[in-house]
């Protein structure tokens, strides 16, 4: 069983960064991570995962490259997501996201993941 809580959402405004938390307790070694969001009246997308094997390998939706850095600290048992030049369109709820198992190639597809927190909201104004 997997347990995830996520911390870090807020208020900001365009242009300014955030830092998303997740900590997952449980049997969470070697696990599928990834961030998702959801904004009102549209699907939940992913954002970012992360391998399991501390390789660096990691996946980002278009929309967020080069803006968002997906990171863990497994010591911590810890996912983050530090999201900089946010914009408008990047409110919503984002939800972290396991699955128990070896990832060598991340991915960021929803149907993968079957343990989620109850999301944190980010509201960015412009």
């Known amino acids: 069983q997997v347990q995830l809580e996520e911390s870090g959402g807020g208020s900001v405004q365009a242009g300014g960064s955030r830092r998303l938390s997740c900590i997952a307790l449980?049997?969470?070694?070697?696990?599928?991570m990834g961030w998702f969001r959801q904004a009102p009246g549209k699907e939940r997308e992913g954002v970012a995962a992360?391998?399991?094997?501390?390789?660096?390998?990691?996946r980002y939706t278009e929309s967020v490259k080069g803006r968002f850095t997906i990171s863990k600290d497994n010591t911590k048992k810890t996912l983050y997501l530090e999201m900089n030049d946010l914009r408008p369109d990047d409110a919503a709820l984002y939800y972290c996201?396991?699955?128990?198992?070896?990832?060598?190639?991340?991915?960021?597809?929803?149907?993968?993941?079957?343990?989620w927190g109850q999301g944190t909201q980010v509201s960015v104004s412009s």
């Open positions: 992360i391998d399991s094997e501390e390789a660096g390998r990691s």
């Open positions: 996201a396991a699955k128990p198992g070896i990832c060598w190639i991340p991915s960021i597809v929803t149907s993968v993941y079957n343990y």
């Open positions: 449980g049997s969470t070694a070697r696990s599928w």
